[in-house]
């Protein structure tokens, strides 16, 4: 995406998004083709717009606690004290990538119930892969000569942890949560099927109703938001490095 047209285009995506989300009436001839002749070709049984913010909202909370306890948790096994926990660590946040998130909401209904927590559950330990690998990376990836200094000055552990370590590895950090974001955001549409309210329930009502055109609104929905996500944070990562040099 180019450094000029980046924004412009991710803000025409975003008004678009919008206008849909506000007023899908106004899209109905653009559907009409796609359905049998008096099916309905907008999905109204729910406002979309209430759909797509519980989808985000599933989403921001998920990917915020992996971030905040994988990021953690890197720190940790960065850190002289922790070093011997890293295979461990590596253990614990490989859980979610072994196991598939279908997989974790048939196992997690049965103990917490339908829902939001089946479906945050399962978010949660598939994000936290990509927020500890890639703050490991920055962590580990420091330039010598930046460390030696801070060392010079008579900085402690902390105060380089906290002023030059997370400054220095944030645009790597910020990678691995949007990793996780936008992976969550197209996995959360499972979240459906144990009753949470997410966008995947106007994908199931397509299929259950051979209704292609709500199929391809909650297809095209989600994909609108990753790129909106993914766009939006990759231009703070190049903020980010553009700052410390990178």
Do not use: C, D
């Not at 506000?22 to 008096?38: C, G, K, W, Y």
């Not at 829902?115 to 892969?129: I, R, V």
């Not at 106007?202 to 929905?221: D, E, K």
């Amino acid at each position: 995406m180019s450094l000029h047209r980046g924004p412009i285009i991710l803000l025409a995506l975003g008004l678009l998004l919008a206008t849909f989300l506000a007023q899908p009436i106004l899209f109905e001839p653009l559907f009409q083709p796609l359905v049998q002749t008096n099916a309905p070709a907008i999905y109204v049984q729910a406002n979309l717009l209430s759909l797509t913010l519980s989808h985000l909202a599933i989403v921001a909370l998920a990917t915020g606690a992996a971030a905040i306890i994988a990021g953690t948790l890197a720190i940790i096994v960065t850190r002289p004290f922790g070093r011997e926990f890293l295979p461990l660590s590596r253990s614990i946040v490989n859980v979610g990538q072994t196991f598939p998130p279908v997989a974790v909401l048939a196992l997690a209904v049965p103990i917490i119930g339908f829902g939001e927590k089946p479906t945050l559950t399962a978010l949660f330990l598939y994000a936290l892969l990509p927020v500890f690998e890639n703050t490991l990376t920055g962590l580990t990836t420091l330039p010598p000569a930046v460390m030696e200094a801070a060392r010079g000055v008579g900085m402690t552990g902390l105060q380089r942890l906290w002023r030059v370590e997370l400054p220095l590895a944030f645009p790597a950090i910020l990678a691995g949560i949007r990793l996780s974001a936008v992976i969550s955001l197209s996995t959360a549409t499972i979240g459906s099927t144990v009753a949470a309210r997410t966008l995947g329930e106007v994908i199931i009502a397509g299929l259950q109703s051979n209704n292609l055109a709500f199929i391809l609104q909650g297809g095209l929905i989600v994909a609108v938001l990753a790129v909106l996500i993914h766009g939006g944070l990759s231009m703070l990562e190049a903020g980010a490095a553009r700052r410390t040099g990178g």
